[in-house]
C-alpha cells in the first residue's frame, strides 16, 4: 500500500513549464521531509529541492533556484514540483523521495531518503 508515484512529466520546449506531482499512497505525508531528485542519461543521480516536514526548511540546488519550486498538500498527500524557465540541461528523470526527518540539508543525499518513486521522464528539446 505504500507507494510513491510520479507523474506531469513529458517533452517541453526550451522556455517552457511542467509541473510534476508525487502522490504519496500510504504515508502521512506531514511526517515526512520531501526531496526531488534527477538523473540524467549517464550522470549520477542528483538532489535538486527538499522541503522538510514541518516546511521549516526548503533547500533548492543553484542550478534551478529561481526557476524550480516545491510545495506540499498534505491533505491530499501530494507534492508537487512547479518547473519553470526549463533548460535543455534540465532533461532527465525526476524522482520523489521521503525522509523521516525533519530536515533538509544543503546538498541532499540520496542515503538519506528511504522511499522513492519510480520517476517520470523531463524532456526539454526544440
Known amino acids: 500500500q505504500l507507494q510513491l508515484v510520479e507523474s506531469g512529466g513529458g517533452l517541453v520546449q526550451p522556455g517552457g513549464s511542467l509541473k510534476l506531482s508525487c502522490l504519496a499512497s500510504?504515508?502521512?505525508?506531514?511526517?515526512?521531509?520531501i526531496g526531488w531528485f534527477r538523473q540524467a542519461p549517464g550522470k549520477e543521480r542528483e538532489g535538486v529541492l527538499c522541503i522538510s516536514s514541518s516546511d521549516a526548511i526548503t533547500y533548492y540546488a543553484d542550478s534551478v533556484k529561481g526557476r524550480f519550486t516545491i510545495s506540499r498538500d498534505n491533505a491530499k498527500n501530494t507534492v508537487y514540483l512547479q518547473m519553470n524557465s526549463l533548460k535543455p540541461e534540465d532533461t532527465a528523470v525526476y524522482y520523489c523521495?521521503?525522509?523521516?526527518?525533519?530536515?533538509?540539508?544543503?546538498?541532499?543525499?540520496?542515503?538519506?531518503?528511504?522511499?522513492w518513486g519510480q520517476g517520470t521522464q523531463v524532456t526539454v528539446s526544440s
Open positions: 523521495a521521503l525522509r523521516g526527518f525533519d530536515y533538509c540539508s544543503a546538498n541532499p543525499s540520496i542515503a538519506h531518503f528511504g522511499a
Open positions: 500510504g504515508y502521512t505525508l506531514d511526517y515526512y521531509s
